[in-house]
């Protein structure tokens, strides 16, 4: 898949926690969408990259999500611009949001 392309740097060491409260989409949470091509649900994060810094100082973040049973991939975006906006899914077009962590 094509997520395996990306370098495996775990940047939020780094990066993710400068001043800034953390979020919580983590590699290998699961979350409550329905995946955009099997309509089943959860989505596993499969990737977290950062991306760049806002103007606000916030660290811009890929998520790349997986779905458990047809390894459809989508992505969205953390901290999109500003801090705590977040982008709707690429594909699945739906808004995501914290809530939808599971524990
Ligand atoms: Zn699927």
Redesign the pocket.
């Known amino acids: 898949m094509f997520y395996n392309n990306f370098d495996r740097v775990h940047s939020e060491d780094r990066f993710g926690m400068v001043g800034k409260t953390g979020d919580d989409f983590r590699e290998d949470r699961r979350l409550r969408i329905v ?1 955009y ?2 309509h ?1 649900a959860p989505l596993v994060i499969a990737e977290r990259n950062w991306m760049d810094t806002n103007n606000d100082n916030s660290q811009r973040y890929q998520i790349v999500v997986a ?1 458990e ?4 991939v989508d992505e969205f975006i953390v901290n999109d611009g500003r801090e705590g906006k977040i982008s709707k899914l690429k594909h699945g077009r739906c808004p995501v949001s914290a809530d939808q962590i599971e524990d």
């Open positions: 995946c091509k099997c089943q779905c049973h047809c390894g459809a």
